[in-house]
């Protein structure tokens, strides 16, 4: 009963920046933890970064820690995602999830719900 829209996406430059935001547009009664995956062409669906419903935690992928930085504005429903050094393998469609967990962050797949329909970054070399 609430849905999830991704945006921001687009096409960067190597070493560029990025922001991507998702929007929760439905009536939502529980405070969770929200992620962020992604998916490139050919691969699975992977981890990128959590963040636990007040903001106070945050946990990342090792292939993005030091670049992506997760935030989110709980008055606005909307969580984003700032990416910056941006490389080529981090092409992929990214979408953004709500977690089952008020504080706990996981960054299994299984753990997330209300999935975004995404939103496509590409970034050339």
């Known amino acids: 009963q609430v849905q999830l829209v991704e945006s921001g996406g687009g096409l960067v430059q190597a070493g560029g920046s990025l922001r991507l935001s998702c929007a929760a547009s439905?009536?939502?009664?529980?405070?969770?933890?929200m992620g962020w995956f992604r998916q490139a062409p050919g691969k699975e669906r992977e981890f990128v970064a959590t963040?636990?419903?007040?903001?106070?935690?945050?946990n990342y992928a090792d292939s993005v820690k030091g670049r992506f930085t997760i935030s989110r504005d709980n008055a606005k429903n909307t969580v984003y995602l700032l990416m910056n050094s941006l490389k080529p393998e981090d092409t992929a469609v990214y979408y953004c999830?709500?977690?089952?967990?008020?504080?706990?962050?996981?960054?299994?797949?299984?753990?997330?719900?209300?999935w975004g329909q995404g939103t496509q970054v590409t970034v050339s070399s």
């Open positions: 999830a709500r977690s089952r967990f008020m504080s706990r962050l996981s960054n299994a797949l299984t753990d997330y719900g209300s």
């Open positions: 439905g009536r939502t009664t529980a405070s969770v933890a």
């Open positions: 963040i636990s419903w007040s903001g106070g935690s945050t």
